[in-house]
């Protein structure tokens, strides 16, 4: 694991305790001591301080990359490089740009990086391409995606930073991409943004349109509670109840025939499922999805993926194009595309 970030027991410790053959070896920091800590806190048994003395590792066979966005290019290079396959937390990088030369990297590699978005290992996912492929609620004719997450660490949150290719597009807004790209690819029709600090937006709503027909999108990312600012430690135990934070996680694909619901996509295992009503709004449908965390499905998948061959749902391909779009979105609500160290 590269860095002692605050995702990393959600997003990889935890999950390891649930997959076969996934052990969490070892951490690195800038910081000794905080590598050392976080260790400590999590059961690693190994410290390095330094991301290059842990990607240089024997002991070390695969990347967990959560860096700063401006840090995912870079250091998933140097360990596609160095002869280490990469699980890259999302977004993919800074811009489209980088992510062609990750793309690179691993195709001269011949090895696997796999995006982290989460939602689309659980088999939810599947489940709702396939209805909507199926016609279960004819043909579509608009998606929204609505994304808004609490900002828990306030102002000062690095997600705040131009410099680390920081704003809500890239964190809420990458995922409300993602899950509208799941339907078909896309193009801007226009975009808009209030910003929480120079070129830094706290909130972006863009409309989209679909290449393969008529079909229409729209999206809204969102950071509330930006003023305020929580004690970290594991976000298991933070209490939202405190604080006046917003969270809206929901897909709804809305038919000739019907309207699909999906709630909270990103963490169904906490949501209602999947719901399908008819023009009258009567349901016809309603699933619950499988209790299993998103995250433990991911990691799975990254083991197979990299040990067996299996399916790689999030492939640099993938990557790249959504990685387009965040950059189209921004550049339609006039600021600048993110840089990369």
């Not at 790249?320 to 840089?339: F, H, N, S």
Request: with cysteine; aromatic share 8%.
């Amino acid at each position: 694991m590269l860095g002692a970030a605050w995702i990393g027991p959600m997003g990889l410790i935890e999950p390891a305790k649930e997959v076969e053959g996934v052990e969490v070896a070892a951490v690195a920091a800038r910081d000794l001591e905080r590598a050392r800590a976080y260790a400590a806190e999590h059961g690693i048994p190994m410290v390095f301080d330094s991301y290059d003395d842990l990607l240089g590792s024997d002991v070390v066979d695969a990347i967990y990359n959560p860096l700063p966005n401006s840090h995912h290019a870079r250091w998933t290079i140097a360990a596609l490089e160095a002869g280490k396959p990469v699980l890259l937390e999302k977004p993919y990088t800074a811009n489209a740009n980088e992510a062609r030369q990750v793309a690179d990297a691993a195709e001269r590699t011949g090895l696997v990086v796999m995006e982290a978005y989460h939602w689309r290992f659980h088999p939810q996912a599947d489940r709702a391409i396939e209805l909507v492929s199926s016609g279960a609620v004819g043909e579509v004719a608009h998606v929204e995606a609505a994304m808004v997450f609490p900002s828990m660490h306030g102002p000062d949150d690095i997600r705040f930073r131009y410099d680390l290719a920081g704003g809500a597009l890239m964190d809420t807004g990458s995922y409300a991409l993602s899950n509208l790209r799941a339907f078909g690819e896309l193009d801007v029709v226009r975009a808009e943004s209030e910003e929480m600090a120079p070129d830094v937006d706290r909130r972006t709503i863009a409309e989209l349109r679909y290449r393969n027909g008529g079909a229409t999108a729209s999206m809204l990312s969102e950071f509330t509670g930006t003023d305020q600012k929580a004690e970290l430690g594991d976000p298991e135990d933070i209490d939202p109840d405190a604080f006046d934070f917003e969270f809206r996680a929901e897909v709804v694909v809305n038919g000739t025939e019907g309207q699909l619901h999906i709630d909270n996509p990103l963490a169904p295992m906490w949501g209602r499922g999947l719901t399908i009503t008819d023009p009258n709004g009567e349901t016809v449908l309603q699933e619950t999805a499988q209790p299993v965390a998103t995250y433990t499905c991911q990691l799975r998948a990254f083991r197979a993926c990299v040990e067996d061959g299996g399916p790689n749902l999030y492939p640099p391909s993938e990557s790249i194009k959504t990685m387009e779009l965040i950059d189209a979105v921004y550049q339609a609500a006039g600021l600048p595309v993110r840089v990369g160290v």
